[in-house]
């Protein structure tokens, strides 16, 4: 017996060197000293056998128990610490390793014109005053004289919500807005994102920027039209910029002109920007139409006004020389970074 009980010790000795991981060590001590393990039911079964053999046995096998005992935790010990040793190893943090920067994003190019042109027109007395991308019909295109026939009302050109909503697709929109809550004098400047329903190439996006002006006072006239956009083109585009004035047509301004400045690169003596004419077209602009006046409820024998309006985006590409207008779409920050600090 004492040597049955030497040979499962060795055997259990064996095998419990020879494991690795806990729930392998688990499976050795269910095996000898589990409910059923070899060990215990050795020590159950010891009414089989005589008074005399029974302590001689007995002891053996509890001499056994306790030796598969003591080496299946002395085991758990190495083992929890091996893992322990590797877990650490494997989580072994380098200090000495430079460090990874944050990312810092960059202001995109139209904002930073975009706060140039507030600023500029702060500097005329102009407040900014915003709208809402969701305007109604009536504000977008009937309150400003554009007649129902007008090509810029096809479902091609605009986006329609619903027959009464649509996504604006200027900023002018907002002077009725302004014109029906504010009393003169006014002087505001409304930029804020538009929408076509053109697809995207070099020279359009079917969501862009405007910067529309509005001034309704007394006895405005288009010298001040002049006045005013000549001066924001000199502190806009510099002292040097010459501006001139083409006659046009908008339905909400008569009359209507379209305000061109020297090219900015070549100054005047033509090169691919400008088209060899030397001339950049830069914004639209006008007196008040007397219908759009009576429409929100004025007197035009009382009060005039002026508007003009500008693509944000255009402006952008001009004055830093971006040839298409899709960049200032993408949101890539190797792009914008260029030109936060011009
Ligand atoms: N709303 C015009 C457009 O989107 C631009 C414009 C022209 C605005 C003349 C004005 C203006 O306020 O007076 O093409």
């Given at each position: 017996?004492?040597?049955?009980?030497?040979?499962?010790?060795?055997e259990?000795?064996?095998?419990?060197?020879?494991v690795?991981?806990?729930?392998?060590?688990?499976?050795?001590?269910?095996?000898?000293?589990?409910?059923?393990?070899?060990?215990?039911?050795?020590?159950?079964?010891?009414?089989?056998?005589?008074?005399?053999?029974?302590?001689?046995?007995?002891?053996?096998?509890?001499?056994?128990?306790?030796?598969?005992?003591?080496?299946i935790?002395s085991?758990?010990?190495?083992?929890?610490?091996?893992?322990?040793?590797?877990?650490?190893?494997s989580?072994?943090?380098?200090?000495?390793?430079?460090?990874?920067?944050?990312?810092?994003?960059?202001?995109h190019?139209?904002?930073?014109?975009?706060?140039?042109?507030?600023?500029?027109?702060?500097?005329?007395?102009?407040?900014?005053?915003?709208?809402?991308?969701?305007?109604?019909?009536?504000?977008?295109?009937?309150?400003?004289?554009?007649?129902?026939?007008?090509?810029?009302?096809?479902?091609?050109?605009?986006?329609?919500?619903?027959?009464?909503?649509?996504?604006?697709?200027?900023?002018?929109?907002v002077?009725?807005?302004?014109?029906?809550?504010?009393?003169?004098?006014?002087?505001?400047?409304?930029?804020?994102?538009?929408y076509?329903?053109?697809?995207?190439?070099?020279?359009?996006?079917?969501?862009?920027?405007?910067?529309?002006?509005?001034v309704?006072?007394?006895?405005?006239?288009?010298?001040?039209?002049?006045?005013?956009?000549a001066?924001?083109?000199?502190?806009?585009?510099?002292?040097?910029?010459?501006?001139?004035?083409?006659?046009?047509?908008?339905?909400?301004t008569?009359?209507?002109?379209?305000?061109?400045?020297?090219c900015?690169?070549?100054?005047?003596?033509?090169?691919?920007?400008?088209?060899?004419?030397?001339?950049?077209?830069?914004?639209?602009?006008?007196?008040?139409?007397?219908?759009?006046?009576?429409?929100?409820?004025y007197?035009?024998e009382?009060?005039?006004?002026?508007a003009?309006?500008?693509?944000?985006?255009?402006?952008?590409?001009?004055?830093?020389?971006?040839?298409?207008?899709?960049?200032?779409?993408?949101?890539?920050?190797?792009?914008?970074?260029?030109?936060?600090?011009?």
């Amino acid at each position: 017996m004492d040597e049955k009980a030497k040979k499962l010790i060795a055997e259990a000795g064996k095998s419990i060197e020879s494991v690795m991981n806990l729930p392998e060590l688990e499976e050795i001590r269910v095996k000898y000293l589990g409910k059923k393990g070899e060990i215990t039911q050795a020590l159950r079964s010891l009414g089989q056998y005589s008074q005399e053999e029974k302590p001689v046995i007995g002891r053996f096998f509890n001499k056994a128990r306790e030796a598969v005992t003591e080496m299946i935790e002395s085991r758990r010990g190495e083992i929890v610490s091996v893992e322990l040793e590797n877990k650490l190893k494997s989580e072994d943090l380098d200090v000495t390793l430079p460090g990874r920067k944050p990312s810092v994003g960059a202001r995109h190019p139209v904002n930073v014109v975009y706060e140039e042109l507030e600023r500029t027109f702060a500097h005329l007395g102009f407040e900014v005053v915003e709208g809402p991308d969701v305007e109604l019909d009536y504000n977008n295109f009937e309150a400003l004289n554009v007649p129902k026939n007008h090509p810029s009302r096809d479902i091609q050109d605009t986006f329609y919500i619903t027959d009464d909503f649509v996504l604006r697709t200027h900023t002018t929109c907002v002077d009725i807005r302004i014109l029906k809550c504010r009393k003169p004098p006014i002087r505001a400047i409304i930029p804020g994102k538009v929408y076509r329903s053109d697809a995207s190439d070099p020279s359009h996006l079917p969501v862009f920027h405007q910067l529309d002006g509005l001034v309704v006072d007394e006895r405005i006239t288009f010298g001040d039209v002049k006045g005013v956009l000549a001066r924001f083109a000199h502190e806009f585009f510099g002292p040097d910029t010459d501006v001139r004035f083409r006659p046009s047509y908008f339905p909400f301004t008569e009359p209507s002109a379209e305000m061109d400045v020297s090219c900015v690169i070549c100054h005047g003596a033509g090169c691919r920007l400008c088209k060899h004419t030397g001339w950049l077209e830069i914004l639209g602009a006008g007196l008040l139409h007397p219908m759009v006046l009576k429409e929100v409820g004025y007197d035009p024998e009382e009060l005039s006004g002026l508007a003009f309006g500008m693509g944000i985006d255009r402006v952008t590409m001009l004055k830093y020389g971006i040839d298409d207008i899709r960049l200032l779409a993408e949101n890539d920050l190797a792009f914008n970074r260029q030109f936060m600090h011009v």
